[in-house]
């Protein structure tokens, strides 16, 4: 079974950065999209950014472009998200999972079990 384990999170200003990582265990990461989600209270959790494993290739929702950017590591089994001016809204707690193509801000996550996500919190 994938575990995930997410960190990086913390306390920021709003226009501030953060770069979380991601590190997965128990599958090949390396043929895996993979994906950031996050998720505030009594809200479903919303598909932020992905990377295929095919050619890198890139998805963002479209309020967080220009802004966030993804990347992965396939030696470390480590995906990362950094996140640069960040805006109060984006107060959440991140997750990162499996996702299919194509990728779509509705998009599930692929395996069986969530990690406990990373806080982000943004002060205005």
């Known amino acids: 079974q994938v575990q995930l384990v997410e960190s990086g999170g913390g306390l920021v200003q709003a226009g501030g950065s953060l770069r979380l990582s991601c590190a997965c265990s128990?599958?090949?990461?390396?043929?895996?999209?993979m994906g950031w989600f996050r998720r505030a209270p009594g809200k479903e959790r919303e598909l932020v950014a992905a990377?295929?494993?095919?050619?890198?290739?890139?998805y963002y929702v479209d309020s967080v472009k220009g802004r966030f950017t993804i990347s992965r590591d396939n030696d470390k089994n480590t995906v990362y998200l950094q996140m640069n001016s960040l805006k109060p809204e984006e107060t959440d707690v991140y997750y990162c999972?499996?996702?299919?193509?194509?990728?779509?801000?509705?998009?599930?996550?692929?395996?069986?079990?969530w990690g406990k996500g990373t806080q982000v919190t943004v002060s205005t």
């Open positions: 999972n499996g996702v299919l193509w194509p990728f779509a801000e509705t998009a599930k996550g692929t395996f069986g079990s």
């Open positions: 128990g599958g090949t990461f390396s043929v895996y999209h």
């Open positions: 990377i295929a494993w095919t050619d890198g290739k890139p």
